[in-house]
């Protein structure tokens, strides 16, 4: 008999379905809602016909309706807003899967972090412009591969002491490094020496002369970098080096050299007189 006919007998809809009416005998003579409160399933509704538009219009939840088989792909047909998909446990991978853009998750909430795990290149996560993306998803390393510049991480936040493993000193100066941050990073005054930085720029920072002494440049280097004759004769420099390096006689006069020492320091008669010493 129809159901319409045994439910027009005073057989009410828990009676039906007690006798064994199936959601697809019962869903076109009752209500989504009718036929959920006798106690039918999101899985039985499914598969009796209801459509996911009916489910969802009736208060059946994405989770709920995700736990009973349906794909990502039917929510996302439907217009489910991509938060909500977030909120029930997809990830970046089965969204990508499905065809969804990388800045589409970013708006959603996906973090670079995830959007990385999802697979998306450095290139799509860049484009979504979430703030630190750079540091929080990717390798100083993962970035030069794809093509990242030093400018470019140095633009993006990486601090100097993180690049510097990553570029050579030239690289950096060619970045505008200076000398103050680059020393700060850790490198050595012998390193900088190698690197093109003269006497003079460290003569700007008061850096002391022992220093730069072992760092390799010479008396003539610092007299060109304007270093005081007393500052190289405290740093353990001779008279002779001081000579060698084009230290008149008045400058090591002035640096407290006697005449004797300057005579043993192998000075010319000629440049002691020159020099205010007869």
Same mark, same amino acid.
């Given at each position: 008999?129809?159901?319409?006919?045994?439910?027009?007998?005073?057989?009410?809809?828990?009676?039906?379905?007690?006798?064994?009416?199936?959601?697809?005998?019962?869903?076109?003579?009752?209500?989504?809602?009718?036929?959920?409160?006798? =106690?039918?399933?999101?899985?039985?509704?499914?598969?009796?016909?209801?459509?996911?538009?009916?489910?969802?219009?009736?208060?059946? $939840?994405?989770?709920?309706?995700?736990?009973?088989?349906?794909?990502?792909?039917?929510?996302?047909?439907? =217009?489910?807003?991509?938060?909500?998909?977030?909120?029930?446990?997809?990830?970046?991978?089965?969204?990508?899967?499905?065809?969804?853009?990388? @800045?589409?998750?970013?708006?959603?909430?996906?973090?670079?972090?995830?959007?990385? @795990?999802?697979?998306?290149?450095?290139?799509?996560?860049?484009?979504?412009?979430?703030?630190?993306?750079?540091?929080?998803?990717?390798?100083?390393?993962?970035?030069? @591969?794809?093509?990242?510049?030093?400018?470019?991480?140095?633009?993006?936040?990486?601090?100097?002491?993180?690049?510097?493993?990553?570029?050579?000193?030239?690289?950096?100066?060619?970045?505008?490094? $200076?000398?103050?941050?680059?020393?700060?990073?850790?490198?050595?005054?012998?390193?900088?020496?190698? =690197?093109?930085?003269?006497?003079?720029?460290?003569?700007?920072?008061?850096?002391?002369?022992?220093?730069?002494?072992?760092?390799?440049?010479?008396?003539?280097?610092?007299? !060109?970098?304007?270093?005081?004759?007393?500052?190289?004769? @405290?740093?353990?420099?001779?008279?002779?080096?001081?000579?060698?390096?084009?230290?008149?006689?008045?400058?090591?006069?002035?640096?407290?050299?006697?005449?004797?020492?300057?005579? !043993? =320091?192998?000075?010319?008669?000629?440049?002691?007189?020159?020099?205010?010493?007869?």
């Amino acid at each position: 008999f129809p159901v319409k006919r045994i439910h027009g007998l005073g057989f009410s809809l828990k009676e039906l379905k007690a006798g064994g009416c199936t959601v697809r005998d019962l869903k076109d003579s009752f209500s989504m809602n009718e036929l959920k409160e006798v =106690g039918f399933t999101t899985d039985e509704l499914m598969r009796g016909g209801c459509s996911l538009k009916e489910l969802m219009a009736e208060g059946c $939840t994405i989770r709920e309706l995700k736990a009973n088989g349906v794909t990502i792909d039917k929510f996302l047909a439907l =217009g489910i807003d991509l938060t909500q998909l977030k909120d029930v446990g997809y990830d970046s991978k089965e969204l990508r899967a499905a065809g969804v853009e990388a @800045q589409a998750l970013g708006r959603a909430g996906f973090s670079p972090q995830d959007l990385k @795990q999802g697979g998306f290149s450095v290139w799509e996560v860049k484009a979504c412009g979430l703030p630190g993306w750079a540091k929080l998803a990717f390798t100083i390393a993962e970035l030069r @591969q794809s093509g990242f510049s030093l400018a470019e991480l140095k633009a993006e936040g990486f601090e100097l002491a993180e690049l510097k493993g990553q570029f050579s000193l030239a690289n950096l100066r060619a970045a505008n490094y $200076t000398l103050p941050e680059l020393r700060k990073a850790g490198f050595s005054a012998h390193a900088l020496k190698q =690197g093109g930085f003269v006497a003079l720029d460290f003569y700007l920072l008061d850096t002391p002369v022992e220093e730069l002494r072992k760092a390799g440049f010479t008396a003539a280097d610092l007299r !060109e970098g304007k270093y005081e004759a007393s500052a190289l004769r @405290q740093a353990g420099f001779t008279a002779a080096g001081l000579r060698g390096g084009g230290y008149g006689v008045s400058a090591m006069r002035n640096a407290g050299y006697l005449a004797v020492q300057l005579r !043993e =320091g192998g000075y010319k008669a000629s440049e002691l007189v020159a020099g205010g010493c007869a």
